[in-house]
């Protein structure tokens, strides 16, 4: 497989995952589908990083990584909350934030 090929799985991964936060309702699909982005953006860095024999790419999945566990982490206790208070996880019923 070449270079075209990963870039071309990872734009359209990352593409589901956009059309999945824009259309669905629900806090843990758009939840799974932020992470589907993440998971389609370190495609690209470990492509690039093996393409141009780098390490710097593959770091930077490191961080990303990083990022998205903290990100999960936070996140569904946060859908927990919610929940447990609303007992509801549809973000059009969910409105605490707002004025």
Known sequence: ????????L?????????IGVLIRRNAVVVFMCIE?????V?????A?????????????VFFTMTVA??????????IISVYR???TVNIDDINIMKW
């Open 69 to 78: 566990a903290a990100e999960a982490t936070v996140g569904l206790a946060i």
């Open 10 to 18: 990872s734009a359209i991964l990352f593409t589901i995952g956009t």
């Open 48 to 60: 690039f990083a093996h393409y141009l024999h780098s390490m710097q790419g593959q770091l930077f």
């Open 42 to 46: 370190n495609l690209s860095f470990v």
């Open 85 to 87: 208070n609303k007992a």
């Open 1 to 8: 497989m070449t270079l075209t090929h990963y870039l071309v």
């Open 36 to 40: 589907l982005m993440l998971n389609a």
